[in-house]
C-alpha cells in the first residue's frame, strides 16, 4: 500500500434518478501533492469528494486510497484522512481546546491540540468559546479538526469560501506546510487565484465529467493565448465573433453580458486591431481591459460558462 497512489478514482459514476451526478470521472493524486476540482456548482465536484471520503456510496467505478477501499478498508482509511467539509458545524459552547481534545479521541495516533493550534495559528484562542471566533478562525479551526488525527490525504471542499484575503492566505500557508510534511490534498475551490496558487494538478469538471486536466501553466498555455482583451462598445449591434476572431493577432472570441472576450495570441496587434475595427463600424468604446489568460478563461473556453455560474 506504501507505493500507491493518495488516491486512484476511475471511472466512477453516481447516479440520482434521472440525473448524472459523476459520469466516468478519472482523478489520481500522488504523494505531497495537491490536486485541484474545478468547476461550476453543479458540475459533482461535492458529489465525488464526498464519494472519495466514504460519506456517499458509489453506483460505479473504483476508489482507492492508499491501494485499499471503504468496502474492506474503512477503518483503517479514517485514520489516514482529515476532511474539512463546505460548511463544518461545531459546537459554539465548546472553546477551541475541548473541540479539538474531542476530535482527537478518535483517532489511535493523533497530533497533540498544541502542535495543531500552532500550525493554523490560532494559539491565542486556544480556551475560547467557538462561538466567540470570527469566521477565519472558525475556518481554520475546522481545518484543524481535518488536521488532528495527523492525516496522510486531506480532503478540503472550498475551505476559504466567504473569507478576508488575509485569512484566506493564512489557510494557504497551513496547505503549504501540510503538503511541505509529506500530505497530499484534495482541493476544491471557486477561486482562480487560489487554485493557480496551490494546486500542481488540476481536472477541471463540468456535468460530472473531466472536460481538462494538467498543471495550472498547462491548461493556461492550452488556450494559445497569452492575454484576454475585454471591451464593451456602443452605438452598434452585436458584433460577429467570426469577425472578431479573424482580427490580427486574436485567436478567438466570445461575448458575456454585453463584453468581448477576445484570446489574444499578439496583444500588440491585438489592440490596434480592435480599435481600427471599432472605428469601421462607427462604434464608441467605453470600456478596454486586458489581462493574462487565467484559468477561468480555460474554463469558459471550454464551456462557455464561468466557474462561479450555477
Partial sequence: MSTAPALSVRSLRKVYGEIIAVDGLDVEVRARECFGLLGPNGAGKTTTIEICEGLLDHDGGTVELFGGNWEHDADALRQRIGISLQETQLSEKLSVRETLTLFRSFYDHPKTVVDVVALVQLDEKLDARVGALSGGQKQRLAVACALIGDPELLFLDEPTTGLDPQSRRQLWDVIDRFRASGGSIVLTTHYMDEAERLCDQIAIVDHGKVIARGTPRE???????????????????????????????????????????????????????????????????????????????VFVSLTGRHLRND
Fill in 219 to 297: 491548461l493556461i498555455e492550452s488556450l494559445g493565448a497569452e492575454q484576454v482583451v475585454e471591451f464593451a462598445a456602443t452605438g452598434t449591434a452585436p458584433f460577429s465573433m467570426e469577425a472578431l476572431a479573424k482580427l490580427d493577432g486574436v485567436r478567438a472570441a466570445r461575448i458575456d453580458a454585453g463584453t468581448y472576450a477576445l484570446q489574444a495570441s499578439e496583444l500588440h496587434r491585438a489592440v490596434p486591431a480592435v480599435l481600427a475595427f471599432l472605428a469601421a463600424n462607427g462604434a464608441a468604446l467605453t470600456e478596454l481591459r486586458t489581462h493574462s489568460a487565467t484559468l477561468e478563461d
